[in-house]
C-alpha cells in the first residue's frame, strides 16, 4: 500500500513539474513581441488595437489624423501579427482578403519578406504602417503600439 | 337531394356520409388551413433565420469593409429564396441598401440580425434585416392545407367505399331477399322466408323467424276465417236468394217516405219501367207508385201514431181502364238499432184478385141480359143518393113495355130478348150521362134522374123514351116489332121521401097511363089524381 503511495505522489509530483516547464518555455517564446511602427515625420504618436485593427484589415484608409494610411505586412510574422490582432487564424484572414479582393475594390497590404526591408518602407513613406519583431526595432521609426 | 330519396338503403346512407364528410372535411380543411398558415409563418421565421445565419459572416464581412458590391451579392442571395421579400443592410458607417421582390400583399413583420465585426471586438456594427414573403407563406399554407383535406377525402372516401360494400352485403342483400321474399309470400307463391345462411345469429336472422312466426299465425287465421268466410257467404246468398226470389215485395222508407231499399219483386209488382234499382232510392214511395199518395201517406201517418201495422188495398198510378192494377200494402213502424224511426213495409199484387171481386161484383148488379143494373144495386144507389146533400130534384120513372108480351109470344124468347136489349140501349140513349137505367124483371125498367131541374126535362126525356121505344125493332129482313112503353113518374120529395114510396107512387102512375091506353107518361098531382099525358103527334114526324 504504502508502495502504491509513493508511487501516485511520485506521479503528481512530475505532473506539477512538467507544467511549470512548459508555462516558462512558452513565456520565453511569447517574449518576442511585435512592434507597430510608422514614419517619425507622421504627428501620429500611437494607435490603439482597434485603430491599427481597421487599418491592417481594410476597414478604414485614414489614419486617425486624416492622413492615408499605407498599411504593410512582414510575411513571417504576419501570422502571428493577425493572430495577436484579431485572434483568427491566417487562413480566414485570407479567405477575408480573397473575398474582398474578388469584388476588386481593395487589396490587401502589401507584403515585404523581412523586419529591415518594413524598416526601409516606414522610413521612406510618412503615411506607412508596419510591424516588426520588437527587437529589430531602432530610432528610425516610432513604435505606435506594441502586441504581445 | 335525389341522392336521400334514393330506392336503396345503402344510397341513401351513401348520401348521408356523403354529406357528413363534406361538412367535416370544410371544416377540418378550414382549421387545417389556419393551422398551416401559423405552421408556414413559423416556417418562414425558422428560415429566414438560418438565412440569416448563413449570410452573417458575408453581411458582417461586408459592412465591416464597407463594402457595397458584397453587401448586394449578399442581398441579391437572400432574395432568392422565396420566403423572402424584401432584405436591408445597414452599417453604422453609413452603408444602406435595400432590395425588394415583388409586391406585398400583407404587413409581415421584419426579422433583424445585429452585425458583429468579424474580427474580434463584440461590438454592433450594423444590422440585417429581412421581410417574409406573404403571398409566398399563403400559397404555402395553401397548399398544405389543400393536400390535407385532399388526403383527408381520399381516405374518408376509401373508408366510405368499404363502408358502403360491408353495408351492401350485410344489410342490404338480405334485406332485398326477405323484401323478394316477401313479396312472393303476398302473390300466393311462397309461405315463408328461408333462413339467411349469413345471418343466422344476429338481428337480421331473428327478422326473419319474427316474420315466419307472424306468417304461421297469419295462415292459420286466414285458414279460419276462409272456413268462416264461405259460410257467411252461403248463409248470404241463402238470404239473397230468399230476398229476389220472394213474391213478396218489400220496402225500407225514411221518415218522410223516401225509398231507402226496396227488393227487386217490389218494382215489378209495382210495375215500375225502370230497371236501374239505385235510381228509385230516395224518391218519395207514395207518390210513385200510388194513384192517391195521400192514403198512403195516411197509413204511413197512422202507422206512427198508433204504432201498428197498417193495411190497406191501393190503386196504382199506372193503372188503366182495362187492366186496374191493385195491390194489398202493410206498412209499420220501425226504430232501427241507431234509433231513427222507418217504415218497413210488404206490397202484394192482388190485380187479379181485384179484378175477379170486380167481375163478380159486376155480375152481381147487372142484369146478363141487357147488361143495365139489377133492382137491388139501383135501389141501393138511389138510396144512397136520396140520403145525401145532392138528393134534391131526383126523378125516378118506371117504365112497362106495352104489347112485349105479345111479341114474345109471337116470335119466341130469342126476338123478346133482342127486343128487350134494344129496347135498353133506346133507354140508354135518351137519359143523361149520369142517369141510371135499371131492369127490374121482364119488360119492366127503372130510370133514376138526378139533378133533374127544371122537372120538365124528366117529362121531355120521358116524351123522348116513348118515341124511341115506338120505333120498331127489326130482327130480320121480314120481321120488325113495335112495341110501346107506359111511364110512371115519381118526383123527390113531392112523392115520397124514401125509395119504396116514390118506387109505389110511380107504380101507380104507370098502371094509370096503362089503363088510359099506354105510350104515355103519367104523374100524380097535388090532389092524388093522376094525369097522363102524351108525346104530341107531330114530334113522331120530327123525330122520323
Redesign the interface.
Known sequence: MSCLRVLILYFNTMKIFTALLLFFFTAGKSHADIVVIGNLKNNLQSLNS?QV?DIF???TRSLPNGHFALPVCQSTLRPVFYQK????PIEQINA?WA??AF????SPPMEFPDDNSVLSIVNENRDAIGYIDSRNVNNSVRVLLRLN | MNLFNGKNLHHKLLGYIFLATFVFTSIATFISFHIEMNHANQKAQVMIDQLIDTIEPTAAIAVYSNNVQIAEDVLNGLLRNNVVHKAIITSDQGLSLEKTKGTQTDHQQEIIRELFSPFGTRKSIGQVSVTSNAAFILSEAQDAAQTNAIQFFILVGLTLLFMLLLVHSLFSKPLIRISNTLRNILAGEQESIEPLEDNKNDELGGLVININKILALLTTKLSTQQVLRKRVEFAEKKLRNIFESTSAGLFLLDKDGKILTCTPTLLKILSYEDNHLIAINGQDFASLFFKEPMQFQQMMQNALEMEQLEAQDLMLHNDTKEHPLWVHCLVSKIIDAFGVTRFEGVVFDISNRVASEKAMHYEANHDSLTGLLRRNAAELQLRKHLSSAKSASTIVLLLDLDGFKAANDTYGHDVGDIVLIQSARRLESCVRHNDIVCRLGGDEFLIILFNCDPISTGFSIAEEIIIAIKKPVAINKNVSVNIGVSIGIALFPMHGNNVETLIKSADEAMYEVKRKGKNGYGIKNKNGIISVSRPAEHTYGVRH
Open positions: 482597434v485593427e484589415m481594410g476597414r490582432l484579431t485572434t483568427k477575408y473575398m474582398l469584388r476588386g475594390q481593395i
